[in-house]
């Protein structure tokens, strides 16, 4: 803390910006998007140098929270080079317009199947408001801002980005969703998996260490290229995953075969349900009772209410894109 005294209303807002940053080393910062609730939704910011990355932003209402993160740590803004998206939802790329608009030297960097949806995002708004609701959605992704398709750059499987000195690396990573990569960071041996690796909410944490589960949110969820991803990411041997939803874990092997059963017990519970008139029902039911179950065995401290405050948002995605799942799978 400086040694000033608290006086202005912009310092205030300021240090509780900073009191919602963590310093990970190697450069890496987490900052609180404040979406939803505290320790919900992170953005990473990455400083090499005198340059700045963003990997993923919260929504439109996030970006004041991410400019007084750069200025707490002095960076101007003229220093973010990059404004990286690891996959189109809404709660990792919904400010990215927005905040390009602030940040005049910035590139935003997407998969190439979520570009077209960043420079026009009205596909993007019946999406969410399909799932939301046009109210829900309105307050709480706000307004989403296009992005100029000059200031766009696709990076498909393995593409690299030079940081400064620093290497990131693109990889094409589908199974939540066919828009989605993670980006591997050499110079700290990390992984920024969006949401290909599952949840981990620190408060769902016990004495055995950080509970996982998946993420399975509408539309293309896809079990076995899930899987595929997350082996495919464990493969790169990282000291850490740094998750959107919510920053860095570690005991990798652990995790990863945690989210490789529970994927698959998600699959079984939606092949079980489908083609039965209750199946909704049947399917909100049924992973409630899985996701329970996990955080019981993984002996959570927490009590009922507690667990569903936490991830009762999340049983209501995952056992509507287990739905979506098994629509499209009968389509072909
Ligand atoms: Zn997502």
């Not at 593409?159 to 591997?184: K, N």
């Not at 995953?241 to 075969?257: D, G, K, N, P, Q």
Request: with cysteine; glycine share 10%.
């Amino acid at each position: 803390m400086s040694g000033r005294t608290l006086g202005a209303r912009a310092d205030l807002g300021q240090n509780a910006a900073m009191l919602a940053t963590s310093d990970l080393g190697h450069g890496i910062h987490a900052i609180d998007t404040g979406f939803v609730r505290p320790h919900f939704d992170a953005s990473h910011l990455v400083v090499e140098g005198a340059e700045a990355a963003f990997v993923d932003v919260g929504t439109t209402a996030s970006v004041p929270r991410l400019l007084a993160a750069l200025d707490g740590l002095g960076l101007p803004r003229a220093a973010v080079a990059y404004v990286i998206v690891t996959h189109v939802h809404l709660d990792h790329a919904g400010g990215a317009g927005e905040l390009l608009r602030l940040l005049p030297q910035a590139r935003l960097v997407v998969h190439p199947r979520g570009a077209r949806h960043m420079i026009d995002p009205t596909k993007l708004w019946a999406g969410v408001t399909a799932v939301y609701g046009e109210e829900k959605a309105r307050r709480d992704y706000g307004t989403l801002v296009p992005v100029d398709p000059a200031r766009v750059t696709e990076a498909p499987d393995g593409f690299t980005l030079e940081l400064g000195s620093r290497r990131l690396i693109f990889l094409d990573t589908p199974g939540h969703a066919r828009h989605h990569f993670c980006v591997w960071d050499e110079a700290s041996r990390s992984m920024f998996t969006g949401d290909t690796f599952g949840l981990a909410y620190p408060e769902l944490a016990s004495a055995r260490g950080a509970f996982v589960m998946p993420t399975t949110t509408p539309v293309q969820f896809e079990p076995e290229a899930l899987v595929a991803s997350i082996d495919r990411l464990v493969d790169y041997a990282p000291q850490a995953m740094l998750l959107t939803h919510y920053s860095r874990v570690t005991e990798i092997e652990r995790l990863a075969s945690d989210l490789r059963r529970q994927i698959g017990e998600l699959a079984a519970l939606g092949r079980a349900a489908d083609g039965k008139p209750d199946r909704a029902l049947r399917l909100r039911e049924g992973v409630r009772e899985r996701v329970f179950g996990w955080l019981h065995d993984h002996g959570t401290p927490l009590t009922t209410d507690e667990i569903d405050a936490l991830v009762s948002l999340d049983i209501e995605l995952n056992a509507q894109g287990l739905e979506a799942w098994l629509d499209r799978d009968r389509r072909g």
